[in-house]
């Protein structure tokens, strides 16, 4: 092969690797590190909210369940825990409504849990009302209970699916999937490949030209080497994303253990509320974790083209130096 049609096709493996190198870890890096912010600043939140709201309905059951077998029946009908716990509950599920990440499956869930609440509400109201009458109090706080507890149609079982819904969106922004794995591969594949076509280059060019190591090609060799900078980083942030989802699924599986009525610990009100203590501060402090890495994107594409300007520097001066038979 003549040394000018070499040169070209040097010149054009080299550019062509190098844009394919780039968009493939710009296009990978992006993905990775634009997923903490998702989970940090809805995902999270909204299956958190969704714990709460499960936590203080527990708690609210358990104070109402107390408060009639107490057979405190004066005016001041429902305890204060039971109005604290009941009235967080519905704050949280007024909160989720913006929150949740469900979609529109999430939205009539909501939708029938606020309207739930509020039936189970009027029904707790009527067995303290009527807790003197014995049977028929029993009656109105098995129905309130039944509204609460009951199967798949119940309150807590309604938030269970709504939170089952929203952990299958938080694993789709942290699982490192095939489709991920296949565009580092890719990416990883590509910076080797043009790593090889470097040091291919240097060679034939030292076997055709005086100056055995050209310089420009040599000056891309560090920066083709800091791209292991970005792969590492990257590494760390899917690692502190899937860390970010045991918390969030620790306390989801926490929580599932403890149930409203008889299943909640006596004398201790908020065993529900204590498994999601601590969580937010983790999840956000993991998350706020990668946030200067944000940035890595800029970085690669300027390393990119750093590579190419040098690359056609390199070869560019030995196609403008020397003249040869076409």
């Given at each position: ?101 469900a979609g529109e499956a999430g939205e009539r ?175 956000t402090r993991a998350m706020d974790a990668t ?36």
């Amino acid at each position: 092969m003549g040394t000018r049609r070499l040169l070209r096709l040097q010149l054009g493996v080299l550019l062509a690797l190098t844009a394919v190198a780039s968009v493939a870890l710009s296009v990978a890096y992006d993905d990775t590190h634009r997923r903490p912010g998702a989970v940090r600043d809805r995902t999270a939140p909204a299956i958190l909210k969704v714990a709460a709201a499960r936590s203080a309905l527990m708690s609210a059951h358990l104070a109402a369940r107390d408060h009639m077998d107490s057979g405190l029946t004066d005016e001041a009908g429902t305890d204060e825990t039971y109005r604290t716990q009941i009235a967080a509950a519905a704050q949280s599920l007024s909160q989720i409504s913006d929150q949740q990440v469900a979609g529109e499956a999430g939205e009539r869930t909501l939708s029938t849990v606020i309207s739930l609440l509020d039936v189970y509400r009027e029904a707790i109201v009527q067995a303290v009302r009527h807790a003197e009458r014995g049977a028929l109090g029993r009656a109105w706080f098995h129905s309130a209970d039944t509204i609460l507890n009951r199967g798949e149609t119940g309150v807590l079982s309604r938030l269970d699916e709504l939170q089952d819904d929203q952990l299958r969106e938080l694993s789709g922004q942290t699982v490192f999937t095939g489709s991920r794995r296949a565009a580092w591969q890719v990416a990883v594949a590509a910076l080797i490949a043009l790593a090889v076509a470097l040091v291919a280059v240097q060679w034939q060019l030292g076997g055709r030209f005086p100056q055995r190591l050209n310089p420009c090609l040599l000056a891309a060799c560090p920066i083709l080497l800091a791209s292991v900078w970005p792969v590492t980083w990257a590494q760390g942030t899917q690692r502190l994303l899937e860390e970010a989802r045991g918390e969030l699924a620790g306390v989801v599986e926490r929580q599932s253990g403890v149930r409203a009525g008889r299943g909640l610990p006596e004398g201790e009100p908020d065993a529900a509320g204590a498994v999601i203590a601590g969580a937010p501060e983790a999840v956000t402090r993991a998350m706020d974790a990668t946030a200067d890495r944000g940035t890595g994107v800029a970085v690669i594409v300027a390393g990119g083209l750093a590579v190419a300007a040098l690359s056609l520097a390199g070869l560019q001066r030995h196609l403008s130096q020397y003249r040869f038979p076409s």
